[in-house]
């Protein structure tokens, strides 16, 4: 076992004083030391999204990221995003479009649309899709995913085409 | 598994050369994940994102210089890269999905050699130069002489690619790649990167390379050369295409076998080339 580094990580705007051994991820870091189970582990290897968080604001893989490299970085994990016990808008719109079946997905999907839409409020359909590009879901054919962040894009995006991801 | 992050380039070339099998950290994207897979089990990472040089961009009078820690997603945004070196930006911005792109580099990639990533294809086609830094100091050589085979640099112990320079080419040149995958964020099947340079409608100057067929990025003197001078007419397309296919030596595996990837370069080739040649008329 190697030894392990000490580090600071400032997680939802909390710093977490840490004992981390270098190969660890911020996935395994997240999960197992800090118990913050909203962050997935599917494919580890960047293929399927559903470790995302956001480093300074936007989307990577947490299982591809080695904790101690983000020393000094804001991370946001799906744990952040709710504002007071409120749903963040992009949660509340996936819950009213029906687009949350098993859920696995959602904590980087919702990561995904909320750095999209701090980006760039109005976004297209297509420009939600190529957002999208990093996230599988297996349930929905992401028709309905789509649709509810497209109800966020101010104003509303057009209606969506026939047909699921691109 | 130790870990170092060194804050100068010559620091990180003495940890290299003193740790056998030391390996550095760029973006990790890739690297990480083969480590997962037990793919490689490195007893040393020197991670490069301390040392401010690896992350700038300069522009030079004859081209510009990318960092090697410069992201894919930052290559794809820099409006600069345009003509030739548009190759560069343009397979910068297809490759993988985004959040890849925000986290993978250009070094990384191209110390990886994986032949089935992008940007050493685009390097190639943009005839690139890469600076190396070891333990006898700089040296800079033409992207080709990098690539050795599958995985595998020149790189010599305790030797990192410490920036790339992307040569602005002829000036009326336009660059372009072309990826063609199973479903949009996939490896590709086979991809081409081209520059191309027309005087009305016949080619003066053309290099074109091919990803994923072969242990390094294609790319056929004898297939440009058919090119220059014609005025890229159907037989000549083809028969470049027929060049470069016969030279490829891909691979069987889940995204296409050998012969469907050769099949795929001529009209891949042909579809660029059109590509390309909409842009240079603007």
């Known amino acids: 076992m190697a030894d392990k580094l000490p580090l600071s990580l400032t997680i939802n705007g909390v710093a977490h004083e840490l004992a981390v051994a270098p190969e660890r991820t911020l996935l395994e870091v997240l999960r197992e030391e800090l118990r913050a189970m909203g962050t997935k582990r599917g494919c580890d290897q960047g293929s399927c999204g559903a470790c995302m968080v956001l480093v300074d604001g936007e989307p990577v893989f947490s299982c591809l990221s080695l904790a101690v490299k983000l020393r000094g970085r804001a991370i946001t994990t799906i744990e952040g995003v709710e504002q007071g016990r409120e749903l963040h808008p992009v949660q509340r719109a996936l819950v009213q479009h029906g687009a949350v079946q098993c859920g696995f997905c959602m904590s980087g999907i919702v990561l995904t649309a909320k750095a999209l839409l701090d980006r760039n409020p109005r976004p297209t359909v297509d420009e939600i899709r190529h957002a999208l590009g990093s996230n599988v879901c297996r349930c929905s054919g992401y028709a309905k995913i789509v649709e509810a962040i497209a109800s966020l894009s101010e104003p509303p995006g057009p209606a969506l085409p026939e047909g699921g991801r691109s | ?282």
């Open chain 2, 1 to 282: 598994m130790r870990y170092a992050e060194p804050e100068t380039v010559e620091e990180g070339v003495s940890l290299l050369a003193a740790t056998e099998q030391a390996r550095c950290l760029a973006g990790g994207a890739s690297l990480v994940a083969m480590m997962h897979a037990g793919q490689v089990a490195p007893p040393m990472l020197i991670s490069l994102h301390r040392i401010p040089e690896l992350s700038t961009i300069t522009e030079a009078a004859d081209g510009i210089w990318l960092g090697a820690m410069v992201r894919h997603r930052t290559v794809a945004s820099d409006v600069r890269l345009r003509g030739a070196m548009e190759v560069v930006r343009s397979a910068a911005g297809q490759l993988a999905h985004p959040a890849i792109r925000n986290m993978a580099t250009i070094g990384g990639s191209v110390g990886l050699a994986d032949p089935s990533t992008e940007l050493p294809v685009a390097l190639v086609a943009a005839a690139a130069r890469v600076e190396i830094a070891g333990p006898r100091g700089r040296r800079i050589v033409p992207i080709e002489e990098l690539f050795v085979d599958r995985f595998k640099t020149s790189l010599a112990r305790g030797e990192l690619v410490t920036r790339i320079f992307v040569p602005q080419g002829l000036s009326e040149a336009v660059g372009h790649h072309l990826r063609f995958s199973r479903v949009s964020g996939d490896y590709p099947t086979v991809s081409i990167s081209l520059v191309l340079t027309l005087e009305g409608d016949t080619c003066r100057q053309a290099r074109v390379a091919v990803g994923s067929c072969g242990p390094v990025p294609l790319h056929v003197d004898a297939a440009d050369q058919r090119l220059v001078g014609s005025r890229l007419a159907e037989e000549d397309v083809a028969e470049a295409g027929r060049i470069l296919a016969h030279a490829a030596v891909p691979m069987d595996d889940v995204r296409g076998t050998a012969e469907y990837r050769r099949m795929l370069i001529p009209r891949l080739l042909g579809r660029a080339l059109s590509l390309a040649r909409e842009h240079a008329h603007g």
